[in-house]
């Protein structure tokens, strides 16, 4: 159940030592002095919980709960019932104080009733429900910062995992910078909400009804001044202030991303802002928009500096004319001297919380707005998901059908048109054609990236809607144009389809595709760590570990869209050769930008505008004298191998 406690622990991920090795340093193990140490430790370390819910392509029934707050923090009732009852008794016995110092006045301190003992008395009773009231604050906190920390791990998870689910429609259509957002500042925003706002907004509402009641009891008439002469104004003033700081903290962050955005450009092209000698004009522009970002600012300053000391102001004027009128009460008799002070003591309180209450307000719209943006997500359900009824699909040959397969990233404009095309099991097929044809789009219909718009794709005469996602695409392998190498080992990376492969399959896989030399020629073999995405490594390097990563991924079927950049010659043999042996008795479309890697295929599959023109073994296609044909000639003109010639 958890793991992280040892280092033996099943990690999630394969390689224990994965975190120690991600700065790059070598991970030596640890030294024989410092184990006591380690160990002691670790034995202190808190266990954390793998997470409950194994991955699921359908979202669980709680994941499929409409987000909101309440649904949030009642999923931990006896951290919400608890802080919610310190909440009220620690607002209540706030408003001790007050009453104590009105008795101690009346019965210790007024001729006549002169009393040291009540003195006394009321001295440790305020002290004593201080202390309580202060021990009640700090398990509050801690109570309020322990829910808002569970809350939002289980909602960072719920995104998370949503975003493994979405398709890849979404994150074309969504910029990263966005989605980043959701998962930083708007949960953070939640996060301030459940552990301070929420309950700060609760404590001041609290306080207000409580002083209010409080007031009314100790005598009407003031009471009822007090209401008519305050209340109206400061919540008038209060409204302006909301309305105009909403204002202020919008335009400032408008404002700040423009700013932000300039530099970033600014930042990143540097070589061309230099080259084009735009300097002068960066800083002009860059002065204009910090200009803007500072009245924003400017703006803001100036509408606290009105309501801050404004609302200072009416309480003064408000206690000038309270204590005119209290004060002729006392003559009357119709008011003790005690219950004056009193009064006094919670009118100071009474202020307080209204200017609270506006501000918590704000904090209060931010946390619904970002709770609305973090539902819409949630909601956003996968364009291309698992149907109800779908089956498994058992071991496959590898056969793949096109069957009058159209398709369009938006429904306007048909990026595929009317695709007819069978691969027989074992065979490779190589798409050729003009750039933006519709090559990968076509491969991206086989593994289910995108589901074509009529028509059917059908894999071993199954329809590939009818099998579940997972046991399709665990026997298909994609090796993408730019192999991407995520942070860790030479070996994670390899194992990354296949995390169970063992050392000896590792090992196989890197001597099939003839990276063994570069892997003895490292530091740490196959535990090297790759740096920045691999960039120490050569893009034929690159090519070739995710050629190996695929082959120990075992896939029926292999789609590989071959990466534009020119390898040299040296590198584009070697990756040819690597990927020979990755093919060997399996189907694979290959979506050839190199007429050398055409040539090798069995067949071509000449695409252009969305339609396939011509099929046909190269040799055949070489003679045919249409599209490849002329593709060929320009190519072998332009200094291409021939590859027929050279292979005769
Ligand atoms: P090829 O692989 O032949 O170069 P693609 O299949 O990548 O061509 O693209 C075919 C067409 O679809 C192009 O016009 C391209 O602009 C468009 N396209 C590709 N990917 C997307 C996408 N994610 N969203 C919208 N249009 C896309």
Redesign the pocket.
């Known amino acids: 159940m958890a793991w992280g406690g040892g280092w033996g622990g099943p990690g999630p991920v394969a390689g224990g030592h994965h975190s120690a090795t991600a700065n790059g340093l070598p991970f030596g193990g640890i030294p024989e002095e410092l184990m006591e140490e380690a160990t002691r430790l670790l034995a202190t370390e808190p266990e954390r919980p793998l997470s409950r819910q194994p991955f699921h392509q359908r979202p669980s029934v709680a994941e499929r709960r409409r987000l909101s707050l309440w649904a949030l923090v009642g999923v931990y009732p006896r951290l919400l019932y608890g802080a919610s009852a310190i909440v009220l008794l620690a607002s209540l016995l706030l408003q001790a104080g007050p009453k104590i110092t009105e008795y101690a006045v009346n019965h210790g301190m007024l001729p006549g009733h002169h009393s040291l003992t009540v003195i006394a008395l009321s001295g440790v009773a305020y002290l004593v429900i201080a202390v309580v009231t202060a021990i009640l604050q700090r398990l509050q906190t801690d109570l309020t910062g322990r829910l808002a920390s569970r809350v939002m791990h289980d909602l960072r998870i719920r995104v998370f995992t949503h975003f493994q689910r979405l398709s890849l429609d979404f994150f074309?259509d969504e910029k990263a910078g966005v989605l980043m957002s959701r998962m930083t500042s708007d949960i953070e925003n939640l996060q301030q909400l459940v552990q301070d706002g929420i309950s700060q907004f609760a404590t001041q509402g609290l306080t207000m009804i409580t002083i209010t009641v409080i007031l009314f009891l100790t005598n009407v008439t003031l009471a009822a001044w007090t209401v008519l002469l305050v209340v109206p104004v400061l919540f008038v003033m209060s409204l302006w202030f909301h309305h105009a700081s909403q204002r202020g903290y919008l335009l400032s962050r408008d404002r700040i991303a423009t700013v932000l955005a300039d530099l970033s450009e600014s930042l990143y092209g540097i070589r061309v802002v230099t080259a084009h000698n735009r300097q002068r004009r960066n800083i002009r522009n860059h002065r204009h928009v910090l200009g803007a970002y500072r009245d924003a600012n400017v703006y803001t300053g100036r509408v606290s500096a009105i309501y801050g000391p404004g609302t200072i102001m009416v309480g003064i004027l408000a206690q000038g004319l309270l204590l005119g009128i209290g004060g002729h009460l006392v003559l009357q008799h119709r008011l003790t001297f005690g219950a004056l002070i009193a009064f006094f003591l919670y009118l100071n309180r009474f202020f307080q919380p209204i200017q609270l209450l506006v501000q918590q307000y704000s904090a209060l719209q931010q946390g619904r707005s970002s709770i609305i943006r973090l539902r819409e997500l949630l909601e956003t359900p996968p364009s291309v998901d698992d149907r109800d009824d779908a089956h498994e699909l058992g071991p496959i040959e590898g056969r793949i059908r096109f069957e009058h397969v159209t398709f369009g990233?938006d429904s306007e404009h048909p990026?595929i048109e009317d695709v007819d095309l069978e691969i027989a099991p074992g065979e490779s097929v190589a798409f050729v054609?003009p750039?933006?044809?519709?090559?990968?789009?076509l491969a991206k219909l086989v593994n289910r990236f995108y589901d074509p718009t009529a028509g059917r794709v059908l894999v071993d005469d199954v329809d590939v809607r009818e099998v579940t996602l997972r046991s399709l695409r665990s026997q298909l392998a994609v090796v993408p144009q730019e192999p991407f190498l995520f942070a860790g080992s030479i070996r994670s990376n390899l194992v990354f389809g296949r995390p169970d492969a063992t050392v000896d399959e590792v090992r196989h896989a890197v001597e099939l595709v003839g990276l063994d030399d570069l892997v003895d020629r490292l530091p740490q073999g196959l535990d090297t760590v790759v740096h920045e995405r691999g960039q120490t490594l050569s893009a034929g390097e690159r090519q070739l570990l995710a050629l190996a990563r695929a082959f120990l991924a075992r896939p029926r079927v292999l789609i590989l869209d071959e990466a534009t950049s020119s390898l040299d010659l040296q590198s584009e043999i070697v990756v040819e050769h690597a990927l020979d042996r990755v093919l060997d008795g399996r189907t694979a479309i290959l979506?050839a930008h190199r007429l050398t890697t055409a040539q090798r295929a069995d067949r071509i599959v000449v695409?252009d505008e969305g339609r396939v023109v011509e099929v046909g073994t190269p040799e055949r296609l070489r003679r045919a004298g249409g599209a490849y044909a002329r593709m060929y000639d320009a190519w072998v003109a332009a200094g291409g191998r021939d590859v027929t010639r050279e292979g005769a």
Not at 435 to 441: E, I, N, Q, R, V
């Open positions: 074309t990233y990026v054609g750039t933006g044809a519709g090559k990968s789009t979506i695409v």
